[in-house]
């Protein structure tokens, strides 16, 4: 099922996308939150079946990040073309944000793209704009789609002072494979060992797809990101990370690396009590978990025994310039983390003050 808001019915992209789709039934909207929105949907049982619904992008182009995120001696911006991911990890925050499974892609590329280089021209590159997209989606998931990297990294390409970050768990490379590494561009991946992934990262490639992925762009000469994200317990944690290290750097040069981070699991309060109704029999919320901070996390002392024995094998890896410890939360929930705010029930757009597998 395609849905498509009237306004955006004859966007280039939206004609480009409804092509890959020639046998679905397409039902015009006036605006996508009267189906995304709605209540009394049920994200569980839409997640075996999304579909997709088309729309255009008022405002909210681009974010700024939390303070304490990023690399350090940049400014952090963040935006979102798509909302919602075609993978369904158990620890994904994006159960606990929108009533609906259902993808929205925004088809109004070029509305991002001049609010980027507004963004860019009026930094003067003091500090550096490091733009994040992949907290609301998955970056690459869907890119035989949208089309987004084959749009977005040769527009950044033009502007080598600012950076931008794709951050996936996709094997989607074909758009990048196309062209020329483009050095201000990084291409990141959230990595959790194999036995962690195959429990509860449902539906995405295995990680030695995403490593033959990333070792594939490193041979082209693509800046690398890693993210092992989020730390994950079990009583064997230790010896799943050192092994799936050995694996990741079997695979992956160093030398192609732009940066590597952890981050611990945490979801905020609300988003934590609405996956656990989603799936109150998953494991990984019934070990010992904290409140701290407006968020739902390991016991502080678990958390920070892993975070040091995870970072002293990492280490052993990497050049510790490589290493950014905390490059992981993502910036909607950080905003909510420190207010202390439910997360959104609907999208931004929607809100009164305005706006396959």
């Known amino acids: 099922m395609l849905y498509v808001e009237e306004e955006i019915l004859s966007h280039p992209r939206t004609l480009q996308i409804r092509g890959r789709f020639p046998d679905d039934d397409v039902i015009p909207c006036a605006r996508y939150g009267e189906v995304f929105n709605r209540r009394a949907q049920s994200f569980r049982l839409q997640k075996r079946r999304p579909s997709l619904?088309?729309?255009?992008?008022?405002?909210?182009?681009?974010?700024?990040?939390?303070?304490?995120?990023?690399?350090?001696?940049?400014?952090?911006?963040?935006?979102?073309?798509?909302?919602?991911?075609?993978y369904d990890c158990r620890y994904c925050y994006l159960q606990g944000m929108y009533r609906s499974a259902n993808y929205v892609v925004f088809v109004n590329f070029e509305d991002f793209l001049w609010e980027i280089e507004a963004k860019i021209r009026g930094?003067?590159?003091?500090?550096?704009?490091?733009?994040?997209?992949?907290?609301?989606?998955?970056?690459?998931?869907l890119e035989p789609v949208t089309r987004f990297a084959a749009t977005f990294v040769p527009f950044f390409a033009k502007f080598p002072d600012a950076f931008l970050e794709l951050r996936t768990k996709s094997t989607q490379i074909k758009s990048l494979l196309e062209i020329d590494a483009v050095p201000n561009v990084v291409a990141a991946w959230s990595f959790t060992p194999e036995e962690v992934a195959e429990a509860i990262e449902h539906l995405t490639p295995s990680v030695d797809r995403r490593l033959r992925a990333m070792s594939r762009l490193a041979e082209r000469g693509w800046r690398l990101g890693l993210r092992f994200d989020p730390l994950i317990y079990d009583r064997c944690y230790r010896e799943r990370y050192r092994n799936l290290f050995e694996q990741v750097f079997a695979a992956v040069p160093v030398a192609s690396l732009h940066s590597v981070s952890v981050g611990p699991f945490r979801l905020s309060e609300s988003a934590f009590s609405t996956v656990v109704r989603l799936y109150p029999e998953e494991p990984l919320f019934a070990m010992p978990l904290a409140e701290e901070g407006g968020?739902?996390?390991?016991?502080?002392?678990?958390?920070?025994?892993?975070?040091?024995?995870?970072?002293?094998?990492?280490?052993?890896?990497?050049?510790?310039?490589?290493?950014?410890?905390?490059?992981?939360?993502?910036?909607?929930?950080s905003r909510e983390r420190a207010s202390g705010s439910r997360p959104a029930a609907v999208a931004d757009e929607e809100r009164p003050s305005g706006d396959l597998v």
């Open 53 to 86: 619904i088309l729309a255009k992008k008022h405002r909210n182009f681009v974010l700024d990040g939390p303070a304490d995120f990023g690399i350090p001696g940049t400014k952090s911006l963040y935006f979102s073309h798509m909302l919602n991911c075609i």
């Open 123 to 141: 930094s003067r590159g003091a500090p550096p704009l490091f733009f994040y997209s992949g907290y609301d989606c998955d970056s690459l998931a």
């Open 295 to 333: 968020g739902v996390t390991y016991l502080r002392d678990r958390e920070q025994e892993m975070l040091e024995a995870v970072t002293a094998d990492l280490l052993s890896h990497i050049p510790r310039e490589l290493f950014v410890p905390t490059l992981s939360t993502p910036p909607s929930g």
